[in-house]
């Protein structure tokens, strides 16, 4: 089934260690999309790629990058996690049409815990 | 940038009634109104959409109605099973390609 893959489901990294989060789809969309989500909050957007055209959202902190290698794949790298940062992080692709605002698909997203 | 506010926040209802919830945004320029299901452990999953040409639209069980002239947009759904349990969210876009901004979400209780 064509779908959005998240990988690792769980993430445990110590504080200021660099992790990587990895996102794969099936769907070949041209947009994806990460969110980060926490607990009893609504997901709110990172950055997303547009093909290969990266788009930050303006309160995105520096600490978190963003690289898509090819159509298929996505990864958020989070350069120095503080405790603030443990959340679920969910990756999303959506096909952009001439139609206008096209549905996302999301993955089962990352939880992120931080120690 | 869109303002959204979404309401109840909790919404409790028994099995076999009806739940409504109401999301109000800002934009005027904002074109298509999605609600999003998520469940414990899942990622949101789009169960109903409209666009601005529409005034309602239904599927089943579930319905979103929206008045462009007040801003609000909302979700219903009929005779409520244990499966609807679940945080809802909207999500007003004017299009393409941009990220979404969900509202706060509601948790919706079916109760036995």
């Known amino acids: 089934d064509a779908m959005v893959i998240q990988n690792p489901r769980y993430q445990v990294t110590q504080f200021g260690k660099p992790v990587t989060l990895s996102c794969s789809q099936t769907l070949n969309h041209n947009v994806m999309y990460w969110y980060q989500q926490k607990s009893s909050q609504a997901p709110k957007l990172l950055f997303h790629?547009?093909?290969?055209?990266?788009?930050n959202e303006a309160d995105t902190p520096d600490n978190f990058q963003s690289r898509r290698p090819n159509t298929s794949f996505c990864f958020l790298d989070i350069r120095s996690p503080g405790l603030g940062d443990a959340a679920m992080y969910l990756c999303?692709?959506?096909?952009?049409?001439?139609?206008?605002?096209?549905?996302?698909?999301f993955g089962p997203g990352t939880r992120l815990t931080v120690t | 940038g869109e303002n959204v506010e979404q309401h109840p926040s909790t919404l409790s209802v028994q099995e076999g009634d009806s739940a409504v919830i109401k999301c109000t945004y800002s934009d005027s320029a904002s074109n298509y109104f999605p609600w999003y299901k998520q469940e414990l452990g899942k990622g949101p999953q789009l169960i109903i959409d409209i666009r601005s040409n529409v005034g309602e639209k239904k599927d089943q069980r579930i319905a979103v109605t929206l008045n462009k002239t007040a801003k609000h947009f909302s979700l219903h759904i009929t005779e409520t099973q244990p499966e609807d349990s679940a945080v809802y969210f909207c999500a007003p876009s004017g299009g393409g390609a941009d990220g979404l901004t969900f509202g706060k979400g509601t948790h919706l209780i079916i109760q036995p």
């Open positions: 999303a692709t959506s096909r952009d049409g001439l139609a206008g605002a096209i549905e996302q698909y």
């Open positions: 790629y547009y093909d290969k055209d990266f788009n």
